[in-house]
């Protein structure tokens, strides 16, 4: 580079010196002499240009393969200051690249591996284009790939219409299409908005809600055959042994008092494991047949002081401090199934505040957005997160005594009125909503 530097000032040298005697050749009238130097002069200026244009040449090579995304050129830095810093200017947008694209790979491997369909929609020049759509989305609607955004009109007219509908803001909804002029479907549609200074995006989730309940139900009988099996085989397996020990006795040629004694013995935990095999059907029974609710007209207020009647024995022992604010609605239920839903949420609170030395239980009636909702708070122990999403599984429970269906049962219930139990969990204790509609 230096070499280069000193034959282009050599060159400006010579075009100057030159160019000096080829004046000085002129004012003498030495056209030969003239000639010959304005010749020199102009080719050393030329020679000069030249030296200069090629660091320039070399700079706008490589600004425009950064500018073309080409970044198959692997440019030497020099002293030149120009090519020097275009050549810094495109290891650095060329690491930017490589690592834009590998995150673009990762996420796009990650969006590709989710179970329900995503479709991006980009906005350019006031039109939508395909930004990105994963397999499971085609495979919902079993349609091509397309990246106009307008090309699925023709292959799915009613989704179209329906996102068209929805003006590419955020939104959820429930739709049912034909999927090739078959059955019409069910799905669970949401849009999310998504914009910036320069750019508009529409993030669009589709999900079939049969596969939504599908996959809910499968597993709610994984588990529940879960916990089935285990209870059984507790009960079964030491039965069938003392059974099995029983024959081994009575096949003897004399039976002993000591072996008679056994077998008194055998028989009463038999027949303790038998009932509670016969409670844990029972209690099943429950769960699997719940009555239909016999709809009336009610005070749901008064169903609260009954149910705090009914259990004041045990708030009485247990030195609980009961705090009310019950708001006086009346809708349209079955007494007894939602007094017994709430004395289940009574019991629990009761169990939770057992080791607390200040014992509180809170009762809340009040509307929210026209619903009406009917709270149970306790100051106990809480439900730690790695149990929380088990607590309204079918037989499952902490307590050694426990039956594992209080909760089960009261979510039932409570659907059956076409409400919902929600649990929140507290800094200090738990809360359980019950929501109704008004």
């Not at 790939?145 to 003006?167: A, C, G, H, M, V």
Request: with cysteine; net charge neutral; glycine share 2%.
């Amino acid at each position: 580079m230096k070499k280069q530097r000193f034959i282009w000032l050599l060159f400006i040298l010579l075009a100057i010196i030159s160019g000096i005697f080829a004046f000085d050749f002129y004012s003498q009238n030495k056209w030969i002499n003239f000639g010959l130097f304005t010749v020199v002069c102009i080719a050393c200026i030329v020679f000069a240009q030249m030296s200069a244009l090629s660091f320039v040449q070399r700079s706008e090579k490589i600004l425009l393969a950064i500018q073309k995304k080409d970044f198959s050129l692997f440019p030497e830095t020099e002293q030149n200051n120009l090519v020097e810093n275009a050549v810094k200017l495109y290891y650095q947008s060329k690491e930017e690249h490589l690592s834009l694209s590998s995150y673009k790979l990762l996420y796009e491997e990650i969006l590709n591996q989710l179970e329900i369909g995503l479709m991006i929609l980009s906005e350019k020049n006031n039109d939508w284009e395909v930004f990105y759509v994963n397999p499971v989305f085609l495979e919902i609607l079993q349609i091509p790939k397309y990246n106009s955004w307008n090309l699925y009109e023709s292959k799915t007219p009613d989704f179209f219409r329906i996102i068209e509908q929805t003006n590419y803001q955020n939104s959820q909804e429930f739709f049912d299409i034909s999927i090739d002029e078959n059955v019409k479907q069910s799905f669970s549609l949401r849009t999310k908005k998504v914009q910036n200074i320069k750019n508009r995006f529409c993030i669009i989730s589709l999900e079939s809600v049969q596969k939504i309940i599908e996959q809910k139900e499968k597993l709610a009988w994984n588990n529940l055959m879960k916990v089935i099996s285990h209870e059984l085989l507790n009960t079964l397996t030491p039965v069938n042994s003392l059974i099995q020990n029983m024959e081994y006795i009575i096949n003897q040629d004399v039976v002993e008092k000591e072996d008679q004694q056994e077998m008194k013995e055998s028989l009463m935990i038999i027949n303790s494991k038998s009932k509670q095999l016969l409670n844990f059907v029972d209690d099943y029974r429950q769960v699997a047949e719940l009555p239909k609710p016999v709809f009336k007209t009610i005070s749901l207020t008064d169903i609260a002081k009954s149910a705090l009647h009914f259990l004041k024995p045990e708030f009485k022992k247990n030195k609980i401090v009961l705090i009310n604010s019950l708001e006086d609605q009346t809708f349209f239920a079955d007494q007894k199934m939602i007094e017994r839903c709430l004395i289940n949420l009574y019991l629990n609170a009761i169990h939770a505040v057992a080791d607390n030395q200040e014992k509180i239980i809170r009762t809340e009636i009040k509307t929210i957005n026209k619903r009406i909702v009917l709270s149970v708070e306790d100051n106990g122990t809480g439900i730690s997160n790695e149990i929380k999403d088990k607590i309204f599984l079918p037989f499952f429970t902490t307590r050694t005594n426990g039956s594992g269906i209080g909760l089960t049962l009261s979510k039932s219930i409570i659907e059956a009125h076409k409400g919902y139990l929600n649990y929140k969990s507290l800094e200090k204790g738990s809360r359980f909503e019950i929501w109704f509609m008004e």
